[in-house]
């Protein structure tokens, strides 16, 4: 028997499903969660593997995360929902609306990228020395296995063709700092390749949500009210 994934519900209305950046959890939407669940219901999930939720047999990865959303949507009942993904759950939510069209009404990328080239020089590089030293650390320590697990994330996924953003017809924002860890040129690629997309930049790093939420926040909802 597999898992099931921790979350936190609060508010009524639409549904929208807030997912998490790498070895985050959904503590990282707290801004949004109470923001957004005064005219939402708002559902922020610990990812497998992240926060409260266990790792579970499955394999570790972005693909096993989709399915697991597939799964705790059905469980809840939730046929259509806005998704807002952060990073890594920017990359899983992307995935999900290439997979399930029709499962997402409208979708907001907040640090995606496509793949690992889609980093900036110095964020990959590293995170590339930081995954290779876990993976000579995981034969002799547990913890450092798991910090292997989830730089694997970083540096082999996501494998996103651009073409494929082509067929989306889910209105999208993609929504980035201006010193943002995703390359500014590949924001505006995913933003490009997606028919019906916004693309926003404030000023920030990569952590706009947290640390920039007032505007971070003001960009989603005029955008959750226009489409």
Not at 82 to 87: K, R, V
Not at 102 to 123: H, K, P, Q
Not at 129 to 152: G, N, T, V
Request: aromatic share 10%; glycine share 8%; hydrophobic share 40%.
């Amino acid at each position: 028997m597999d898992i099931s994934l921790f979350y936190v519900e609060k508010g009524s209305g639409e549904p929208l499903i807030l997912l998490h950046g790498n070895g985050e959890d959904h503590e990282y939407f707290r801004s949004q969660i109470d923001y957004f669940s005064k005219t939402r219901r708002v559902i922020a999930i610990d990812t497998r593997g992240h926060g409260r939720s266990l790792r579970g047999t499955k394999p570790f990865t972005l693909n096993t995360f989709v399915e697991d959303l597939v799964k705790f949507m059905r469980s809840k009942e939730i046929y259509n929902a806005d998704i807002l993904g952060f990073s890594d759950g920017g990359n899983v939510a992307l995935m999900f609306a290439l997979q399930h069209p029709y499962n997402v009404r409208r979708l907001i990328l907040n640090g995606a990228n496509l793949r690992f080239s889609g980093l900036t020089l110095g964020t990959g590089a590293w995170i590339l020395r930081k995954y290779i030293l876990y993976c000579i650390q995981a034969p002799f320590s547990k913890k450092a296995a798991k910090r292997r697990d989830l730089f694997r994330l970083m540096v082999k996924e996501p494998r996103i063709d651009p073409d494929e953003l082509r067929s989306l017809e889910v209105p999208t924002l993609v929504i980035v700092g201006n010193k943002d860890m995703i390359k500014a040129g590949h924001s505006k690629l995913i933003a490009k390749n997606i028919p019906d997309c916004k693309l926003v930049t404030l000023k920030g790093d990569h952590f706009i949500a947290v640390n920039n939420s007032e505007k971070f926040n003001k960009a989603v909802e005029e955008f959750l009210t226009q489409f």
